[in-house]
């Protein structure tokens, strides 16, 4: 008699419902995952675009540069950081351009605080040093006073100065504040006509101001 093989047994309801979650729950954590990575880049690109990185910018204790604004060869976080910003840079080739965001200590620069900034003797260079609140609009202020450059600087004999930083008015360098909140200082230092050497540049930017925090009401 031959024998009759047993057909295999149909899949249950159960395990084909197990089979619909694994292959639910593999799918969910496919696109967790890539939420997470495109989630990432944003940040981190974006990241980059408003605060540089190595690949783009240049620190100097508290100051930032971008070293390659207004540049053909620019990377594309410094192209993209010079169109959010909307303001008409000048090229590192002409001059150096430095940010700074905090104090030499690394706290956040706030008009709750007033602050000294203490710069060297720049050599005959032209400078400019402006504040700005943290959307990059100069401060409204009673006296119509926004920056001081080598011009207008009232400097120390040795050819250094001081400025002072802060909401109430002080006798000498005084830049206001008011109440803009954060604030962002830029220090700009046109090359001379003759420009300068990579070695000139270095030996520049090792001598940007020093800014200290006085205290904070």
């Given amino acids: 008699m031959a024998s009759i093989e047993a057909e295999p ?3 249950t309801r159960l395990s084909v419902l197990r089979t619909i979650v694994a ?8 696109l967790m995952v890539l939420a ?16 540089g990185s190595p690949l783009s910018s240049d620190r100097y204790g508290p100051w930032l540069q971008w070293r390659d604004v207004g540049r053909a060869a620019a990377d594309p976080y410094t192209k993209a950081h010079v169109i959010a910003t909307g303001k008409l840079r000048i090229s590192a080739d002409s001059a150096g351009v430095f940010e700074a965001s905090t104090d030499s200590q690394g706290a956040r620069l706030h008009s709750s605080c007033s602050y000294v900034i203490d710069g060297a003797n720049m ?23 926004y920056e001081f450059t080598a011009d207008t600087i009232a400097p120390n004999p ?7 930083l802060g909401r109430d008015a002080r006798p000498g360098n005084w830049l ?5 909140g954060r604030l962002v200082l830029v220090f ?19 001598h940007l101001p020093v800014i200290k925090r006085e205290g904070c009401s």
């Fill in 9 to 11: 047994a149909a899949p």
């Fill in 23 to 30: 292959i639910l729950v593999r799918a969910i954590t496919v």
């Fill in 36 to 51: 997470l990575a495109v989630a990432t880049g944003l940040w981190t690109s974006r990241y980059m675009i408003d605060r």
């Fill in 123 to 145: 050599r005959g260079l032209w400078w400019s040093l402006a504040v700005f609140d943290a959307r990059g609009n100069l401060i409204a202020n009673d006296a119509d006073r």
């Fill in 158 to 164: 040795s050819g250094s100065f001081v400025v002072s």
């Fill in 176 to 180: 206001p504040t008011s109440g803009a």
């Fill in 188 to 206: 700009t230092v046109l090359d001379p006509a003759t420009g300068l050497s990579s070695e000139e540049r270095a030996e520049r930017n090792k």
